[in-house]
C-alpha cells in the first residue's frame, strides 16, 4: 500500500460532511468544494458533523484511495474557519486529537 506524496497538499473541508459518501461522491464534493481535480495528486479531508469521523480521499496513480477514522470516544478539533489548505504537521495534530488555539511557526532559515 502506498500513500500520497510527501510533496502533496492537504485540503480540509471544515464544514459537515455526509459520511455515507464513497468515493465518486467525495470526489464530486472536491469539485464542488475545493475547486480542484481529484486526480491532482493532492490529499482531500472531510469531516463528519458530529466531527467524530475523518475521511480522507487522493488519488493512488491508478486510482482513488479511500481512508477513513472513527473515534469510539471524543471528537476531531477541527475549526469551521481557516483555509482550506493545510499542511502535513496540522492534519497530523487533528488526528491525534491535540487541540491548538493558536499555531505560530518560530521564522526558519530557508536555503534557496
Do not use: H, N
Amino acid at each position: 500500500m502506498t500513500g500520497p506524496a510527501a510533496t502533496a497538499r492537504i485540503f480540509l473541508k471544515r464544514g459537515a460532511t455526509d459520511m455515507r459518501k464513497g468515493f465518486d461522491g467525495l470526489s464530486g464534493l472536491v469539485y464542488e468544494a475545493f475547486g480542484r481535480e481529484p486526480t491532482d495528486g493532492s490529499l482531500f479531508v472531510f469531516v463528519s458533523r458530529r466531527r467524530d469521523m475523518i475521511k480522507a480521499l487522493y488519488w493512488d496513480r491508478d486510482g482513488f484511495a479511500l481512508w477513513s477514522k472513527r473515534l469510539e470516544r471524543g471528537r476531531f478539533a477541527v475549526s469551521a474557519e481557516g483555509s482550506p489548505e493545510i499542511g502535513r504537521a496540522e492534519l497530523a495534530l487533528i488526528l491525534e486529537g491535540v487541540t491548538a488555539c493558536v499555531i505560530r511557526r518560530s521564522p526558519r532559515w530557508r536555503f534557496q
